[in-house]
């Protein structure tokens, strides 16, 4: 979640939804995102909504986070009122959660489950940065409830590692994969980057095959994004540093997924296990973000917090919504984000999603080996894959 947030409309201080989206409830897995917005130092490549010691040192804000959290889940509960359905999927994400004791994020886990009631099976995540957890740590989470641990591994070689200034030892990763398993976790994921600057083929297959020997049940592979604005994409802009090649990086994801065939892939960057939070992001499902930045949907409308944790926490300490804005989708809107997520996932999706022009656009790809047509419904091929951005330019229209 890039930390750019769009322009929408206001959203009232009751948080108040319109009541057709209310009414939509109940009709999709509902999930709950907690963003924590803290990390020790920032990664030079990295656009999200967190800040160091430096920015937020001596407020406060991080020590009394879980409780400012809990007070928009109460929030959340109130306005969804009594048609809220059970929570599907919890996901922790960052900023590095995992600078909160593990009883923090277990309070806010609890309320959760006191305002919503966690379905049976509730899948619970948590990233984690390798070296903010031991063994120890990973016990004391696993006994508040959390199943599923991600780890932001990114590489396992000393001088890529370097230039993304990640701050773990290569080999961390892996162990941490071990500890978590031990600490009884269901579900281990690990994070990788791939066409990092200074990174060739045989890097990034000791990055591949270092993850696929820990053993994790996921593993997530993204193409390194130069963002404006961070510390890499000044680097790049200046030419210090020289922007990851599309070729290579076309290259690197057809060793991604040979490597990772094992565990085989379910979305675009995704491989083994499914992350059910995430799948609920990419079918439309209904998710309510908690915390700075957040972005959430229900039925239809769609809204994000205030950008900033101290003005986030005096939105709560005021009782009123931390919504900064928000837009209500129509019709053409939810098939066309229908259409462009749905298109990610192995089963593809629909092609009564789709427009004539759209439809027309799917033969053709299915002529050119891009796209799969089977029965009612059209995926990626692994050539569609490599062009995915492209396809779905054309399928939306
Ligand atoms: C924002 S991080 C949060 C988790 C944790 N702090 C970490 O870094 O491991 C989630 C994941 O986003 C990915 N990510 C962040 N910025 C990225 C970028 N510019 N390009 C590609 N992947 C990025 C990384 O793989 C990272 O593991
Ligand atoms: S540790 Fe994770 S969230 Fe924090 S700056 Fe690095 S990539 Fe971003």
């Known amino acids: 979640m890039p930390s750019a947030l769009p322009d929408g409309e206001p959203v009232p201080a009751s948080g108040a939804l319109p009541e057709a989206a209310l009414a939509e409830l109940g009709q999709r897995p509902f999930g709950v995102y907690v963003h924590v917005p803290f990390c020790v130092t920032r990664c030079g490549y990295c656009d999200f909504n967190t800040y160091v010691d430096r920015e937020i040192g001596g407020s406060g804000l991080q020590a009394t986070y879980a409780e400012t959290a809990v007070a928009e889940v109460r929030l959340a509960r109130a306005v969804l009122g009594d048609r809220a359905p059970r929570v599907d999927t919890v996901f922790v994400g960052g900023g590095t959660p995992t600078l909160l004791p593990p009883e923090d994020l277990g309070a806010v886990l609890r309320a959760i489950d006191d305002a919503f009631g966690l379905a049976p099976g509730a899948e619970v995540t948590t990233e984690a940065n390798p070296d903010s957890v031991d063994a120890e740590y990973l016990r004391r989470l696993r006994g508040e409830g959390f199943t599923r641990v991600s780890f932001g591994m990114q590489s396992a070689v000393p001088h890529v590692l370097a230039v993304l200034d990640r701050t773990h030892t290569p080999g961390r990763p892996q162990a941490a994969v071990a500890e978590a398993f031990a600490a009884g976790f269901e579900q281990v994921s690990l994070d990788l980057i791939y066409g990092s600057p200074g990174e060739s083929d045989e890097d990034w297959a000791r990055s591949l095959h270092a993850a696929v020997d820990a053993g994790p049940t996921h593993v997530s592979a993204y193409a390194l994004i130069v963002e404006e604005g961070t510390r890499l994409g000044r680097q790049v802009a200046r030419g210090e540093l020289p922007a990851p090649d599309d070729d290579v990086l076309a290259d690197r994801y057809l060793m991604a997924d040979e490597a990772l065939a094992g565990l085989g892939w379910y979305e675009v960057s995704n491989w083994g296990e499914p992350c059910r939070h995430n799948v609920g992001y990419w079918r439309g499902g209904d998710w309510w973000g908690v915390g700075p930045g957040a972005h959430s949907h229900v039925g239809g409308v769609r809204w994000w917090n205030v950008k900033h944790p101290a003005a986030y926490a005096a939105k709560l300490a005021q009782e009123q919504s931390p919504g900064a804005g928000r837009e209500v989708l129509t019709d053409e809107d939810r098939r066309v984000e229908r259409v462009l997520l749905e298109v990610r996932l ?52």
């Open 346 to 397: 192995r089963e593809g999706l629909p092609l009564d999603l789709l427009r004539p022009a759209g439809r027309a656009a799917a033969q053709r790809f299915a002529a050119d080996g891009l796209l799969q047509l089977a029965g009612e419904r059209a995926a990626l091929t692994l050539r569609g894959r490599l062009l995915a951005d492209a396809v779905v330019r054309e399928l939306v229209d």
